[in-house]
């Protein structure tokens, strides 16, 4: 079994993948902490004959995962941001400093479909380009969901917003102060990807297909006004190009990889941008 893990800052996530079918048995996820705990935290380790990590959080945490997997599995593969890999460059004047979690993502997407728009929505949500050839060209961080209500200091009850919630609903007034905050802070993510999104191809000069990760990618999803897809392992399909293990991932084949939408055409973008401007 191969073992993926996904070390954010607050919520740590795992899979547990079959070696020789290439299949995802199991997955799951815990608060991120430095003392692990087999069989609780992650799974049974006597199962375990590689480790593949991506990992945002402190040090000292990633320092005592790797010890701890170091002493139960043969082999352990930490991903790094680096300044070129898969054919794809860095975007960042140093290259380490890009969230590792940004640089799987994004190297998932190119090799999926080549220049990309990647967005991840989670605690923050990022938003990366890639332009076909591999040109890297940085991207934008933004308060996630959650981020953004507590900013209000209006507490985390009902924070979550429901993914399957209408986009016309969302974008919509509340009558509630509830709803009011989270049709808002729904209103200024999507509104913000969007935009930034626009103004990015308009820029380059070339349009650019769209994918989404992350915990409210499916909620984000329904505001998003370009053709797009959702790819939940995107994360761990970064860490399967990298750290290729199994027959299909040799091949080239990511999990869950979706079809890659395509996108509008450039004059399309920019007479979108046209008409907001005018607004």
């Not at 705990?37 to 990992?55: C, F, K, N, T």
């Not at 009011?180 to 993510?189: E, K, L, R």
């Not at 909620?219 to 790819?231: E, F, K, L, T, Y």
Request: aromatic share 6%; glycine share 10%.
């Amino acid at each position: 079994m191969i073992l993926d893990l996904d070390i954010g800052n607050t919520l740590s996530k795992w899979r547990l993948k079959d070696a020789d079918s290439s299949e995802i048995r199991s997955r799951g996820a815990v608060w991120t902490r430095e003392e692990w705990r087999p069989g609780s935290d992650i799974p049974d380790l006597d199962v375990v004959e590689a480790v593949r990590i991506s990992s945002v959080a402190r040090r000292a945490v990633l320092e005592e995962t790797v010890s701890l997997l170091h002493r139960r599995v043969g082999a352990v593969h930490v991903a790094r941001s680096t300044p070129e890999a898969l054919g794809v460059t860095n975007g960042y004047e140093e290259p380490g400093r890009l969230g590792v979690d940004r640089w799987m993502g994004t190297l998932a997407c190119y090799q999926l479909a080549g220049g990309c728009c990647s967005v991840d929505c989670g605690s923050a949500i990022t938003v990366d380009f890639v332009l076909p050839g591999g040109r890297h060209l940085g991207g934008y961080i933004l308060p996630g969901l959650r981020l953004m209500k507590e900013s209000l200091k209006l507490g985390t009850r009902n924070v979550a917003i429901d993914p399957d919630s209408e986009a016309e609903e969302l974008l919509g007034p509340g009558t509630r102060t509830v709803e009011a905050v989270n049709h808002g802070i729904y209103m200024a993510a999507v509104s913000a990807v969007n935009r930034i999104y626009s103004e990015v191809c308009d820029r380059e000069g070339v349009p650019l297909p769209m994918l989404l990760t992350g915990g409210d990618a499916r909620v984000i999803s329904r505001g998003i006004q370009v053709p797009h897809a959702v790819w939940p392992d995107m994360v761990y399909a970064g860490l399967e190009a990298c750290f290729p293990l199994t027959a299909a991932e040799r091949a080239g084949r990511m999990s869950g990889a979706p079809r890659v939408p395509s996108p509008v055409s450039l004059e399309k973008i920019r007479a979108g941008l046209a008409f907001s401007m005018l607004l």
